[in-house]
């Protein structure tokens, strides 16, 4: 079994515990759908590739499940802003990543600490948290960060030649997107909660699309912090006073 299939399974076993719950709230997903794409991507790495033309062809559980799931949190981003910060964020870690890996060699054998694979992952989570920000942004850009590295990889062959063939999240990319959609998704509630609360809570002008687009716990831990908030303000305001 892969790293990538190793985290899956912990991951799995999270959500069925209910340790995951903030984290699920926070993308929209209820716990049954999670485990639903996580047993998808489990099963589907061990089926046979999908070919698209005579030598590409892609991996279920490491292209098509990806894809709908981003889609997916793509469609319940809150707002347009966010929507459009995602496709931005995928972008630019695609290219962060396929420059790197244009520096440094792909093959194990030149790296005797690290797979460059899981270097890349890492590379990709925190270039996609950084770029994205939100949680559902963070995790777009990290795991689609590293699909479209293989669809630029393909498009560069055709414009210079070159022949072999291609598994589009297969092989070792299926561990890469599994590691840096997790640890984007991780770094942007560690970092970004910790951001939140020293900021004072989250800002209070936000776009009523995106209110929309929080679930009722979320929304209520947002109103109570900033209902927390402006008392503190008017406590201050007082005393001043």
């Given at each position: 079994?892969?790293?990538?299939m190793?985290?899956?399974?912990?991951v799995a076993?999270?959500?069925?515990?209910?340790a995951a719950?903030?984290?699920?709230d926070?993308l929209?997903?209820s716990?049954r759908?999670?485990?639903?794409f996580l047993g998808?991507?489990v099963?589907?790495g061990?089926?046979?590739d999908?070919p698209?033309t005579d030598?590409?062809?892609i991996?279920?559980?490491?292209?098509i499940i990806?894809?709908v799931l981003a889609v997916y949190?793509f469609?319940?981003?809150?707002s347009?802003k966010e929507?459009?910060?995602?496709?931005?964020?995928?972008l630019v870690?695609?290219?962060v990543v396929?420059?790197?890996m244009?520096i440094?060699?792909?093959?194990?054998t030149?790296?005797?600490?690290?797979?460059?694979?899981?270097l890349?992952?890492?590379?990709?989570?925190?270039?996609?948290?950084l770029?994205?920000?939100?949680?559902?942004s963070a995790?777009?850009?990290?795991?689609?960060g590293i699909?479209l590295?293989d669809?630029f990889s393909?498009i560069?062959?055709?414009i210079?030649g070159?022949?072999?063939g291609?598994?589009?999240?297969?092989?070792g990319v299926?561990d890469?997107?599994?590691?840096?959609?997790?640890l984007a998704?991780?770094l942007a509630?560690?970092?970004g909660?910790s951001?939140?609360?020293?900021?004072g809570g989250?800002?209070q002008?936000?776009?009523?699309?995106?209110?929309k687009?929080l679930?009722?716990?979320?929304l209520?831990?947002?109103?109570?912090?900033?209902?927390?908030?402006k008392?503190?303000?008017e406590?201050e305001?007082?005393?001043?006073?």
């Open positions: 079994m892969t790293i990538g190793i985290v899956l399974v912990v076993v999270l959500v069925y515990l209910g719950q903030r984290v699920l926070r929209r997903l716990d759908a999670a485990l639903l998808a991507m099963v589907g061990f089926l046979p999908i698209i030598n590409v062809s991996n279920i559980g490491g292209g990806p894809i949190l469609i319940k981003a809150g347009t929507k459009v910060r995602a496709v931005l964020a995928a870690t695609g290219g396929y420059a790197a244009k440094m060699p792909s093959e194990p030149y790296n005797y600490f690290l797979d460059p694979m899981y890349f992952a890492i590379i990709a989570a925190v270039v996609g948290y770029a994205g920000r939100s949680r559902r995790f777009i850009a990290g795991s689609m699909l590295t669809i393909r560069e062959i055709a210079y070159g022949s072999g291609m598994s589009i999240g297969g092989a299926f890469a997107i599994v590691i840096s959609g997790i998704l991780l509630e560690i970092f909660e951001r939140e609360r020293i900021q989250p800002s002008d936000r776009p009523d699309s995106l209110k687009g679930s009722d716990v979320e209520s831990e947002e109103l109570d912090r900033e209902e927390m908030q008392n503190e303000e406590e305001y007082k005393h001043e006073e």
